[in-house]
């Protein structure tokens, strides 16, 4: 199994969890988070390789649509921002390649969702049935890749496991039109416009012909093109121009993880010796 890690989503669920977490004086929860949310993936499924993606901090998108993710970018504490941003480059330059971990990857103007989703689409006929690619995000823009694997999706109720099979018989549509649904109804967690008044249900009526034409949404859907059109290009996975990257083998590093739980001060994990063989046999 090939992991996708949407790193700056589990560095975000860290930062809400464990970001309080210090030693020494240095800020360390989104790291410790972060590595405790991998750990609980990979003790639930059997990994061969994972692959750390990451969101550039310029954006394509917002330069095209200036108000793209806008309710994100919520005044805070710029001492606890910059805790939390210092602690994703420091996993990202230092600790994940120091674990032994190859494919480690960012492209500047592109998301994670981008890079992801040009693996799933490159790698999709590569792999057989037991070769399955699991994208980790709690971001449902990536249901839209369904069809070439699986996604670990967290969810404000919890946990949950999509396959295309449990998306088609949840949302009465194959994965692969869930953009439309998106290019229809917008994404309100991205601030993404859809056309007036339409929601995801509603947008799934109307692509499986189950609205009527003579409906108020139906003609205001029909005569919305540029808008669709325009929020196709913001939510259609992966964004032109995404390139796709080298996935080599990985060699976990044990020794180098013990090294790590010292200097940050892990205390749940360096009085527990058995995690570090848990972690390399997880990982063989």
Request: hydrophobic share 35%.
């Amino acid at each position: 199994m090939l992991l996708l890690i949407d790193c700056n989503h589990l560095c975000y669920r860290a930062h809400f969890t464990t970001g309080g977490m210090t030693y020494r004086d240095t800020p360390t929860g989104v790291i410790y988070g972060f590595l405790q949310q991998i750990f609980r993936v990979i003790s639930n499924v059997p990994v061969t390789e994972i692959a750390f993606i990451w969101d550039s901090k310029k954006s394509l998108r917002i330069q095209r649509y200036p108000y793209y993710k806008c309710r994100q970018k919520e005044q805070r504490d710029p001492k606890e921002i910059e805790n939390m941003y210092f602690q994703f480059d420091e996993l990202r330059e230092i600790i994940i390649p120091k674990l032994g971990f190859k494919n480690n990857f960012i492209q500047e103007g592109y998301e994670a969702d981008d890079i992801i989703g040009k693996i799933c689409y490159h790698l999709n006929a590569k792999y057989t049935q037991n070769e399955r690619i699991l994208i980790v995000s709690g971001d449902d823009d990536l249901l839209q890749l369904l069809d070439t694997g699986q996604v670990y999706m967290y969810k404000r109720k919890g946990i949950r496991f999509y396959s295309s099979t449990h998306f088609s018989h949840e949302y009465k549509i194959p994965a692969q039109d869930w953009a439309a649904v998106k290019s229809i109804a917008g994404c309100v967690s991205d601030t993404v416009p859809g056309v007036k008044g339409i929601g995801e249900k509603t947008a799934i009526r109307y692509l499986t012909g189950q609205l009527s034409p003579k409906t108020k949404a139906y003609q205001c859907i029909k005569n919305s093109k540029q808008v669709i059109e325009k929020t196709r290009w913001l939510v259609q996975l992966p964004l032109p121009g995404t390139e796709m990257p080298n996935i080599r083998k990985s060699t976990f590093q044990t020794k180098e993880f013990q090294k790590i739980c010292t200097d940050y001060g892990f205390k749940k994990w360096i009085y527990n010796p058995s995690i570090f063989n848990e972690w390399e046999m997880l990982l063989k």
